[in-house]
């Protein structure tokens, strides 16, 4: 005797459609500048976590009819929640490795700015300094960690005009006494 698998599709509301994608796009955009540039494999899988997440609690609550009520906004949102719990359970494990490869880069930072200094006699860095040297694997990383190592007072940022105009640069020196005296 054989049997065939029924498939069934839910719907989303347009309200739990609209939070699944605000959650998406809120962890696209600290992967791409944010506070998890340097984890981005692992929050890609955040929001399909989340989906999934949204169907498991939309089947509890339904069971077999589930496909005959549409997936709401609260289920989504608990969904999300779970999610997040989830991914902060995640950073708090990789916090350690986290922060060796950022001292790792934050050294390699400020190794290129004293060649810099040697080489070129200049006491400044650029996000694109950091791009050519691989440092960062792109451009806006580059920009994140940069960004991030002046918020924790390892350099100072400056933004500088052209003389004769033209779209500022910012630029980035060492601090060389960070503790006030």
């Known amino acids: ?94 916090t350690k490795s986290r922060r060796a490869v950022a001292e790792k880069v934050e050294t390699a930072v400020l190794e290129l700015l004293e060649s810099n200094h040697q080489r070129k006699r200049q006491d400044f860095i650029t996000a694109r300094d950091l791009h050519r040297a691989r440092i960062q694997p792109s451009s806006e990383s580059c920009r994140a960690l940069l960004d991030r190592m002046e918020r924790e007072g390892l350099l100072i940022g400056e933004d500088i005009t052209p003389p004769r105009g033209g779209k500022a640069t910012r630029i980035f020196r060492h601090i060389t006494n960070p503790v006030p005296e």
Do not use: K
């Open 1 to 94: 005797m054989s049997r065939t698998l029924t498939t069934h599709r839910i719907e989303a509301t347009p309200e739990a459609r609209e939070r699944l994608v605000s959650y998406f796009n809120d962890v696209v955009n600290r992967r791409r500048a944010g506070d998890l540039s340097d984890v981005s494999q692992y929050a890609s899988r955040w929001c399909e976590q989340a989906a999934r997440l949204a169907l498991v609690l939309h089947a509890g609550l339904h069971g077999a009819e589930a496909h005959r009520h549409p997936l709401v906004l609260e289920t989504a949102d608990n969904a999300v929640r779970l999610a997040q719990w989830f991914a902060d359970q995640q950073l708090s494990l990789l």
